[in-house]
């Protein structure tokens, strides 16, 4: 039986994309060969990766003129380093936000090339809210934040005006909702959330940004030698990158991002609604601040817990354990959940409530 | 028609690899959920990481005590700079060997960090040796070389002594001969050859060259931190790691390294044969320094390339191009690829021998 999969990522990609990409390992568009053994440097690599590039930009509505796309390796930990290597300045300094665990995984690397101003944070509630009312400062090389704390549930719905590059972490919110981009000049993506398997990481850089910083950079950590180098600087996670195609391919048929943006809100207003309603459970974010994409909620009364997991564990739910620093329930609903899974979800926590 | 992949990689891996790989991606284990879909965390594939991690040390018959196999993102000309940012010391000094493309690469990274003595190269033949007769000097924190160039289709059969760590980059030809292993204190190789699709890199360290360099690292370039997480630092490449550990199983089953050694070689027999004896066409490598790997060949009449190409695709020999910086033809004959498609180049290079 087919899952109801809540993984918090990797997670749940389109049916139909699984099924595609499980045909290209097998034999990739009738070549005789496998997706896994073709050259990156063949033609129809080379078209993989040029559509997904372009389809990056287009979905996001950014202009290609203005805007580039990489599809990097390392994932996102790995751009806590590269941002800080090509943006600040030798004895620079950027400006953070702190919202949770990865937007301090970004603040203590940015602190092994220059000084971090950290403009707001939210820790002292666990990191239960997005801080607000902070300035970004003028005097920094650049802004960096978190749109969605997958650890925590919470996710930025405002974004600061700044006069410096924004930078944000969207690793685990992108795709899930129309923003407007240009105010972005640095985005980035862990790809096992909204694009695709892990393995690959989405890059959307500001062309104009580059080239600022004085510092010696190794050529593989260089943004302006990825770019070009088309994505292509050395042999790329092919397969992660195909499927991650698929998935943008299957997002633009469903609409784009407005209308899968609709099916989220759909899918976060029923459990958030159950969530409030159902005496049993109680949500741990500020309602303002609750991500669309994770949903964090506790049992009232942990005595319940063993029954609620068998009853999620007989409907066929996978992936609800909450993280650690939060504990509870986490329930991941990045956009290829269907609200079947949602509606399952909420079934077994009325269940849970006629039976205790 | 299944093609005979010549590909210099990423290039074929075993059939059963590709079935069960194409399985995993639509329902891992019987488990209702795609490997692609997976927790990182989840008890699946941290034994899938775990067990591949251990099978590695195994086939290169390294004491665990001793080594640790990580699985990382970036390819090998991410470990070009990993290796110096992690072993050079500050204003110190490595030595490498110029044995082609790839080597280049690597100096030319190390710089970034230090001082590179070069101490020999075979760049005035266009690479088509393996420099010899040089030593490796004392005071350098680490000597580097690269074991087979894929592009020039030259392997090292020996390697120098030496009191240094000795660094090597076996990206096209780990795991297909034995070599006694433990003359290595780092290893590493882009698995898109022998190992498995691109997407991860495998790195071999021998623990006690660790941790004597006062530069500071970042966190996600640190071997110790990588080593302390158990190579999920961050979310590893799950597929690329998964299917790595399938090619490792099949290399297993067929015997290991000793076994698959004595297949390599006599399709490389069979190849070179063919090449010396065949008067339409001459080899590029000085004999001693062919690679079992990558065959590198030119037609002695260029008038005949048309017709030799179509009898290969008529053949449904693939990905037999010369790379540009030699021209004509390259057979890479990694461990996967049958004696079989030998025997079909083979015939193919008679059949054109009785046409002109």
New interface residues.
Partial sequence: ???H?Y???????AQEV??K???A??DYNN????I?????RSKDFVAIIEQARALVLELLKLDPKEYTALFL??????Q??MVP?NLMQTSGKAAYLDSGTWANGAI??AA?FGETVVVGSSKDQNYNYIPKGYTVPEAVDYFHCTSNNTIYGTQMKEFPAAKVPVVCDMSSDIFSRVLDFSKFDLIYA?A?KNL?????TLVVIKNRILGKSTR??????DYEKQIKAQSM????????IY?SLLTLQWLKKQGGIAAIEKINNQKAELLYHEIDRNPLFEGTVRPEDRSTMNATFLLRNMAHAPIFEALCEAA?I??IKGHRSVGGYRASMYNALPIASVLVLVAVMQELESKV
Same sequence: chains 1, 2.
């Fill in positions: 039986m087919k899952k999969n993984s918090a990522g990797p997670c749940i990609l699984f099924e990409a499980a045909q390992v097998l070549s005789g060969l496998s896994l053994e073709i050259s990156h390796s390392g994932g996102a930990s790995h806590f380093m290597y203590k690397e092994f862990g096992q695709g398997p892990a393995g690959t010696a950079i190794p050529s593989i950590l600087y050395n042999t790329p996670a092919v397969f992660a499927t066929g996978s992936g």
